[in-house]
């Protein structure tokens, strides 16, 4: 049975800081492309940071030098610290493992964990 399960959420003013984690079990972790996803309410889930297999790393422009993504392969986890936090940040954020050997794409999500920033 495979899980993901997101942690960290919480509520912070403008400027704080959290670090999500995404804890994964149920498949060989290190071989998943991962991606952390926000959604706002009444907005389309939107695609925030990506960590591949391989290390490399990549994110959405809002959230570029402020946000970094990382993982730890013995512990199954993903991370996402998030830095100088703005209102907008505020969301839904869910983790996302993803397998594609084609022409089978794998993908499976966690159920995700509440950012709120607010005075």
């Known amino acids: 049975q495979v899980q993901l399960v997101e942690s960290g959420g919480n509520l912070v003013q403008p400027g704080g800081s959290l670090r999500l984690s995404c804890a994964a079990s149920?498949?060989?972790?290190?071989?998943?492309?991962m991606y952390w996803y926000r959604q706002a309410p009444g907005k389309q889930r939107e695609l925030v940071a990506t960590?591949?297999?391989?290390?490399?790393?990549n994110y959405v422009d809002s959230v570029k030098g402020r946000f970094t993504i990382s993982r730890d392969n013995a512990e199954n986890t993903v991370y996402l610290q998030m830095n100088s936090l703005k209102p907008e940040d505020t969301a839904v954020y869910y983790c996302?493992?993803?397998?594609?050997?084609?022409?089978?794409?794998?993908?499976?999500w966690g159920q995700g964990t509440q950012v709120t920033v607010s005075s």
């Open positions: 996302n493992a993803v397998r594609t050997v084609p022409p089978v794409r794998v993908s499976f």
């Open positions: 149920g498949i060989i972790f290190s071989i998943y492309n």
């Open positions: 960590i591949t297999s391989g290390g490399s790393t």
